[in-house]
């Protein structure tokens, strides 16, 4: 072989082993590139989680926050945090965003007597509350009936009521609960109560649908004894109250404070104006017990959220529902 052609093939030996190299570099510089994203995220993502946990804690401390009696109700906060606390200890739902930690907190707190009990309404309560909803009164004798079926103790059939030798609970395979609801997605094992009637009809088929429905799962709860928060109620729930349209247009007015502005300090009935509209103790309350936190934490996209219910009444809120999502 002459030393032309030699050199050739060294040459080509070398020009393979530089690719080959360059690829491998290449390789391995992509891998670090990609393990340095993807650890970024999972920080982001840790950063989110503690995040909406720090919401959830900041929550808990201006639940049990209390106003001194002694400065009457006229008091003005330069600080935020203590006017929000402020207005939730009159029982009206309030919601913030936070910068912090190099990231946003988004906090929504309610309170769950802002929704009708399950366990408390009448039927005549259910049927206003499906009129409200958009569910056709035809349905109503075969959805009371099958939710009382779902949750008594015995095996007798309500009217157009459903138990569990009903071949809509054998095809799949459970039986009647027997028991109290105790949660508002368990509706969707009964009889009769689809998706739509619980949670309303989907955007993309209110154009199909001849009876489009609201949805009644977002004015329900099974938390409570019943009373119901005027400061956070919808007018919806307030109607199921039976209620006059002039006491509940008063009070969506009289909730709105002395400067009829939405998401200021002075929001939110007081006795005064709880004594003066009438509301019966019995079945109202300024002083919830049961509140709803959504706390969401937010880096750069990346979210994390906490939905959880805690009993009110003692010195540190006691946690009841925690619900983690990402």
Known sequence: MSKKRKSGVALIIVMWVLVLVAMIVSSFAFEMKLESQIITAQRKRLKADYLALSGVELAKVMLVFEEDPLEGDDVIYDDPWLAKAAQLSEGVPVSVEEEMGGGVIKLNINFEEGQRG???????????????????????????????????????????????????????????????????????????????????????????????????????????????????????VLRSMYLSEDVIEAIMEMRLGPDGEAGTDDDGLTEEDFNQLGLDPEKFTLTPEFAKITSVGEVDGITAQISSVFRLGEEEPTPLFWLEER
């Open 118 to 236: 399950i366990s408390s309404l009448s039927d005549d309560e259910w049927k206003e509350l499906f009129e409200q909803t958009g569910v056709p009164a035809a349905y109503s004798s075969e959805l009371l009936g099958c939710l009382k079926d779902w949750q008594d103790e015995n095996d007798l059939h309500e009217l157009n009521g459903a138990e569990s030798d009903d071949s809509f609970y054998r095809d799949r395979g459970y039986k009647c609960k027997n028991a109290p609801i105790d949660t508002v997605d368990e509706l969707l094992l009964i009889k009769g109560w689809t998706e739509e009637i619980v949670y309303g009809t989907p955007t993309n088929k209110l154009d199909e649908t001849e009876y489009p429905m609201l949805g009644i799962a977002e004015f329900l709860t099974t938390w409570g004894e019943g009373k119901v928060n005027p400061n956070s109620a919808s007018e919806e």
